[in-house]
DNA sequence: ATTACTAGTAGACGAGTAA
DNA sequence: TTTACTCGTCTACTAGTAA
């Protein structure tokens, strides 16, 4: 009986993380079976066979013009490199904390309007041991410190359940305990969230007055895991 | 005629991860090969062999006690690891420059001692298009941060060249173009060197002076690849 | 319980070649 | 030139089993 398989086969990252490295995620690239061939060690068929299977895997797309095939990796051939990225991350970067480097900014008030609801507020003091001061300090991350953001997601944090009231409802919220110039304060995300690049803090103090910070400041947020 | 492989099998690779992520690195793990062979997807017999594979490649060393084997991963195996990991950082983290974050420190005059020489000066001139103020300024990189020398070491920076002067030889030292709060300067490294926490800066003007820096200021560095 | 041998088989690969 | 088929070989796997 032959294993299942429901992970990406290693043989599909490689090929796959060579064409990355090419640029195939920002673009479509031009490359030959027989240059793949080359870049990966193996025969010019191979290379072709390879390609075939990422098709069918759906990693990548491909534009077979008349004299030579240009290649795209999709987003779900990215999201499985990212896999791959956040596993070494882990073995190299992570200790028990990750810092987040940013710039303060005026928030949009929408995320201070959302955590300074009752239903909120009880569950942060109970998870975190403070109650919030109403409203939350935003911090745009560095462009490159963006995906750090997927490794904190991905451990556990203080789940915040939502709630309906007054006809609204309000979705889950995941708290992760942190800290910034050495207060304690607790960075909040929605449950469900797409790309973000900016995170909201919320702080037992008003993180603005207590620490002096203005729009534009540069702050580091040290999270815990 | 098989092909010949000089990189590490992607097959190595992952079993070699998985077990880096069972904290392989840092110490002796114990783990059977039925449990590994659940990890990898894979029989145990199969789990045993790769084991084996690995043992004969140096990538892992192994202490068979009696009803566990303990398994470490070797500087060998660390270092293939670290090949695939700046590959990703490669692919998800690079544009065209590299930001690494520090404290600025009281260097120990080391640095820029051997800088001021007159053999590097002249050269510096030529690669960076600006004479060097005589000192550097040292900048402790935080710890999160050292892994991205690696990086800046993996593209090409500047070669200036060592000479022998006074019947002492000064080595090849590289310098990478940077910027530190906006202004042109370069960090300089020795082509031959091992682990660093320091980097030291070099730059037209007096760093300190023109920016007000004093011990413990932090600074990010934006080096250019 | 381990680890790891042998044997048999499925699948990965390259050579030849068509389109 | 491309891409990608068929086919033979050889590797890599699992099952069975020994130690």
New binding site residues.
Partial sequence: ???IRNRMGS?YSFALRKLALLGAIDDYIAV???ELGNILE?????A?K???ELLDEKYIVRD?GA???RIRITPKGVEELKKEYNEYRRIFELTDQITIHGTVASGMGEGGYYICQEGYMKQFEEALGFTPFQGTLNVVIDPEDISKLDIVRSSAGCMINGFTCDERSFGNVIAYKAKIRNKDCAIVVPERSHYMDTIEIICQFHLRHTLNLEDGDRVDVRISL
């Fill in positions: 009986m032959p294993a043989k030959s079976s027989r193996m025969s010019q068929q191979s072709s390879r390609i075939l077979l004299r030579r095939q």
